[in-house]
């Protein structure tokens, strides 16, 4: 089954596609001729999620999987939450993004936040939404070179490592990101069972 990823991120396609693996092949917005710039001005990651799914379905008549993903801090009233990406204003500077957190972090005892991703899935006419968190801690310094975004500062509860520490392996059965996706998969998997 062909599903159009509504994102160019290649880290997450990575992420989707090592989860997916080979029954269902993902394309890019570039992969299909989208160059638009979606628009994310919804205030909740299911809102932002179905608003580029719908995007994507409307314009372009293609089966497609969108994500709104986030970190949640609880200290700082749960931000950076939906505008996790562009924390520091420009959309993607993941240094920067780091950077931001940690000095609003100064000073601070209560490190815990979560990651959140909402799945928007559109098949057809029908609509169809799974959500993943997963809660950790916030460290004082970035660890570790893998993954992406606030990846190098978080610690999943019952570990020691960050996931920037881990492998896609380690991570993605436990990821926000993979937990959805695992919910994901089990739907379009009743479906061909079906």
């Known amino acids: 089954?062909?599903?159009?990823?509504?994102?160019?991120?290649?880290?997450?396609?990575?992420?989707?596609?090592?989860?997916?693996?080979?029954?269902?092949?993902?394309?890019?917005?570039?992969?299909?001729?989208?160059?638009?710039?979606?628009?994310?001005?919804?205030?909740?990651?299911?809102?932002?999620?179905?608003?580029?799914?719908?995007?994507?379905r409307e314009r372009f008549g293609i089966n497609c999987i969108a994500d709104d993903s986030g970190l949640e801090v609880e200290a700082l009233n749960g931000e950076p939450g939906v505008?996790?990406?562009?924390?520091?204003?420009?959309?993607?500077?993941?240094?920067?993004?780091?950077?931001?957190?940690?000095?609003?972090?100064?000073?601070?005892?209560?490190?815990?936040a979560q990651f959140r991703c909402v799945i928007t899935l559109i098949l057809g006419d029908d609509i169809h939404q799974f959500d993943g968190i997963i809660r950790g801690t916030i460290l004082h310094e970035k660890r570790g070179k893998e993954g992406f975004g606030y990846d190098p500062l978080f610690v999943p509860d019952g570990y020691t490592r960050t996931f920037a520490e881990m492998g896609l392996e380690e991570k993605n059965p436990i990821s926000h990101r993979g937990l959805a996706v695992q919910k994901l998969i089990d739907f379009l998997d009743s479906l061909v069972l079906s």
Request: aromatic letters at 6%; hydrophobic letters at 35%.
């Open 1 to 56: 089954m062909i599903l159009c990823l509504a994102t160019n991120n290649q880290h997450k396609v990575e992420e989707l596609q090592a989860l997916l693996g080979s029954r269902y092949e993902l394309k890019t917005l570039s992969d299909i001729g989208c160059f638009d710039d979606i628009p994310e001005t919804e205030n909740t990651f299911q809102g932002n999620s179905r608003q580029k799914a719908v995007f994507v």
């Open 83 to 112: 505008f996790s990406a562009r924390y520091a204003g420009e959309h993607g500077n993941h240094d920067k993004n780091n950077v931001l957190l940690l000095k609003n972090l100064e000073g601070v005892e209560n490190r815990s």
